[in-house]
Structure formats: C-alpha cells, structure tokens
C-alpha cells in the first residue's frame, strides 16, 4: 500500500538556519513524489515536484529510492517560509496520498 | 485565470443534517478531488473523478458521503446526517490530464465545516 510518512508535526528553526523538512514514503513501483505548502490564510499549493529537479524559493528536495526519501531542504530559512509543508505520493495519473503535514515555523 | 472555488466558505450546521458542498474546478481540468483536512490528520482522500471515468470512491469515509460531478464540472459533495466528527476543512482540487504523469492539483480555498 502507499504510504507517506513525514515524522515531524512541527518543526521550529531561527532565521537563517538550515531547514530539513523530512518524508518517507511506501511504493513498489516507481513514485513520483511532491511537496505542497500552505501558507498561513492562502491555498494549498505547489511547491515543487521531484522529476523538475528545481529549486523554488530557495527549497530543493531529492528522491532517494535507496532510503525511500524526500526529505526537503532549504540552507537558509526565512521567516516567510513559515507554513504547513506537506508530502505527496503520486502514481502516474492517479490520486496523490498526502503525509500528515510538518508545520515549520522560523522564528526571528 | 479564475482558480478552483468552493461555496460555502464556512457552514455551520446541527448534527443529524444533511449538508452540501460545492465545487468549481478550473475550466478545462478533467480531474476533480475532495480531500478533508483536519488537525493532525493531514489531507485525507476521499473521493477522485476523472472525465467520464466511474469516481475513484475508496476514500468515502461512510455511506453517509456521496458526491456528484454534473457535466464534467461542477462538483457536490453531500454528507448525509452530519457528526461532530465530520467537522473538518473539506477541500477540493482540479488538474488537467497528461498521460504518463501525476499532474499539478490546484486547490480551491476549502469549506470548514462545523457540526454542533
């Protein structure tokens, strides 16, 4: 069964520290994996998509098959990076399955 | 473009109620979903209609749930003798369809729902 697993509910950093916002995901076959943001009274939206292998607002995230990971990073948080991040499992032209959802707050 | 809309914004009902929400995915998107959204819980599925294809029902929660898309658009999505448990953020997304690929879902703003 597919399965999304993201380990923290919240996650508090400072201002210019390192972010790791951590998922681990259930698939047999060959996953494509998402995550989506929520900022604070805005729409749930993408944020990035693993087979784009871009950076957005600064975030990368890289599958790794071996460990069944896509953990999301970003070197330097912002304050305005505070929202609720979620990881998503889709198979190819089929319903994602969403993790739990990691709050990440930064603080000043 | 105009994006995916959800009416009501909020609803607040009695418990043992039928409720109603609705759905207007983005023109042109084949697929719709709801998802309910609740603290701690994530982003439950719960139901997925592609074009002309029967629902993707696997997330129904209960047959007190029920959800319709009319003319390949606009979508309602029904619960029936409403719980307190039900009461959640209840969201809906569109994408268009590519085959081969998981598409982007763009999500309307949500209905919360509270059941007294």
């Known amino acids: 069964a597919q399965r999304v697993t993201q380990p923290e509910k919240l996650l508090s950093v400072f201002k210019g520290a390192p972010v790791e916002l951590k998922c681990n995901y259930s698939?047999?076959?060959?996953?494509?994996l998402f995550w989506y943001v929520q900022y604070s009274r805005q729409r749930l939206q993408l944020l990035l998509r693993?087979?784009s292998r871009e950076s957005i607002k600064g975030f990368t995230a890289d599958l790794n098959k071996g460990e069944t990971s896509f953990h999301l990073k970003k070197p330097f948080a912002q304050e305005e990076d505070s929202a609720m991040y979620y990881c998503?499992?889709?198979?190819?032209?089929?319903?994602?399955?969403f993790g739990a959802g990691t709050i990440l707050r930064v603080k000043s | 473009g105009a994006g995916v809309s959800q009416s009501p914004s909020n609803k607040v009902t009695e418990k043992g109620k039928d409720v109603e929400l609705r759905c207007d995915p983005i023109?042109?998107?084949?697929?719709l979903y709801w998802y309910r959204q609740s603290l701690g819980q994530g982003l439950e599925f719960l139901i997925y209609?592609?074009?002309?294809?029967?629902?993707?029902k696997s997330g129904l929660p209960s047959d007190r749930f029920s959800a319709e898309r009319t003319g390949g658009s606009v979508s309602t999505l029904t619960i029936q003798r409403t719980q307190q448990e039900d009461s959640a953020v209840y969201l809906c997304?569109?994408?268009?369809?590519?085959?081969?690929?998981?598409?982007?879902?763009?999500f309307g703003p949500g209905t919360r729902l509270t059941v007294l």
């Open positions: 997304a569109s994408s268009p369809w590519t085959s081969g690929r998981t598409d982007t879902q763009y």
């Open positions: 698939y047999s076959g060959s996953p494509e």
């Open positions: 693993h087979i």
């Open positions: 998503a499992l889709g198979r190819y032209g089929n319903k994602l399955v």
């Open positions: 023109s042109g998107h084949t697929a």
């Open positions: 209609f592609q074009g002309n294809s029967a629902p993707d």
